[in-house]
């Protein structure tokens, strides 16, 4: 084992991966530092050695993986076999491990966000007319991030931080309810971008903010400026049913589905869909069963908003089959137009049935592995590559609906323009001399 051997093992290794459509796997095996270290030995018949591909690659690409680490460790290990193992005298797995290299700078290194992206979130709040501090007083709202009693004040007559902003904010009332973006002392234009975040991670905690739609549309706006600059804020628990964020580098965090999922939402206009976007995004690798039981409410949402616009009434109880089976009927999902004669007619029916059914799967998975339900001590959830599949088979479904949806609204509009221009005009009477 090593050397130019090992390069011809692992040239091979890499061809299997990208023949087999397995590119990221292929990609990282490219890019890693290879090394094959024995690191066992089996006394069973005969005694077998045991080799272990390692894989170091970059310590921010090791995190970003998650959970998808172990897959492409499968996925590599299998091909590694098939290479190394020609008979029965060694066992071969492949690991990947971060690079361990010297960052003379990493104590120093700071979370980094922009000026720019810091203004805008500051003047969305004044747009809105949103309070940072929102329920709380200021001194009450700072006091959970900062030891105000030992910042220095800025009036002679008060000792430290708490008492000037008491007078000036409750006492005087002489500072602008924005003062504290200004204030050098908490520096949240140009001081730590890490402090930046928990500031804003603060504004929507439940006791600040325990209006709950409010806190997902501040956490949605600060979102659209944080993930340019490779951060967002995310949900890591409740509080009395309301979500606490916060503030996490972007990794693996939903993927193209979610990103198409927000412009359906945004052709129907729904923003009860944005919010379960928000939440279904934050929660694919770190909470899949929320993921599973957010990717159903989001189909479900779905149909309620194109029901509505189409003006079709539908029970306050109605489950998620019964909704699908009324969107179907309404647009036509499994239309009664593909004639037999058409090529791939009984396929293209097959497709369209199975896409409506997708919602009684989805409602089931859910009823097994989603949020909402209690557990018993041996349940095991899934992982965040069902969660991905639940919200890609949501999203596939979403999709086709609005798309179809707006068919329907273009083609209804052209019918009534169509007859409005067909209606014969009146002559208008003769008045009686």
């Known amino acids: 084992m090593g050397g130019q051997d090992d390069e011809a093992h692992l040239a091979a290794i890499e061809a299997m991966l990208s023949a087999e459509g397995m590119a990221e796997a292929a990609e990282l095996l490219r890019e890693a530092d290879c090394e094959v270290t024995e690191t066992g030995y089996d006394n069973w018949n005969g005694g077998t050695p045991i080799y272990t ?67 805008n979130i500051i003047d969305g709040l004044k747009v809105d007319g949103i309070a940072w501090m929102g329920s709380l007083d200021d001194v009450e709202f700072l006091q959970r991030l900062w030891d105000l009693e030992a910042l220095p004040s800025h009036d002679s007559r008060y000792k430290d931080a708490a008492g000037d902003i008491w007078q000036h904010r409750w006492n005087n009332n002489d500072w602008d309810d924005d003062w504290v973006f200004e204030d050098k002392r908490f520096d949240l234009i140009d001081g730590p971008a890490d402090r930046f975040l928990a500031f804003l991670a603060e504004t929507v905690h439940p006791v600040v903010r325990p209006d709950r739609n409010q806190a997902l549309d501040m956490v949605r706006n600060f979102n659209d400026q944080l993930r340019p600059e490779g951060w967002m804020l995310i949900e890591i628990e409740k509080i009395a049913g309301r979500p606490r964020f916060v503030a996490q580098a972007i990794g693996e965090m939903g993927g193209r589905s979610v990103m198409r999922a927000r412009t359906v939402a945004d052709a129907l206009d729904a923003a009860w869909m944005q919010r379960e976007i928000a939440r279904l995004e934050n929660a694919v690798d770190r909470d899949p069963a929320l993921a599973i039981g957010t990717a159903k409410e989001l189909v ?134």
């Open 300 to 433: 479900e949402s779905c149909c309620k908003s194109v029901l509505t616009k189409r003006g079709i009434s539908y029970p306050h109880s109605a489950d998620l089959p019964a909704l699908t089976k009324l969107v179907a009927k309404e647009l036509g999902l499994v239309p009664d137009d593909i004639t037999d004669a058409a090529k791939g007619a009984d396929t293209i029916r097959l497709i369209l049935r199975n896409l409506s059914a997708l919602t009684q799967y989805l409602a089931e998975l859910r009823g097994l592995y989603g949020s909402g339900h209690g557990r018993d001590g041996q349940h095991r959830g899934l992982q965040p590559r069902h969660a991905r599949l639940a919200v890609g088979a949501a999203v596939a479904f979403i999709d086709f609906v609005t798309e179809t949806y707006r068919e329907r609204q273009f083609r209804d509009e052209a019918a009534r323009a169509s007859q409005a221009s067909a209606q014969p005009v009146m002559p208008t009477a003769a008045k009686a001399g």
């Open 53 to 119: 591909l390692f894989l170091s690659i970059d310590p921010a690409h090791y995190g970003r993986l998650g959970a998808k680490r172990v897959t492409l460790e499968e996925q590599i290990t299998a091909r590694a076999k098939a290479v190394y193992e020609r008979d029965d005298s060694m066992w071969f797995n492949a690991s990947i491990r971060p690079r361990i290299q010297q960052r003379p700078e990493w104590r120093a290194a700071p979370a980094n966000v922009s000026r720019r992206a810091r203004r």
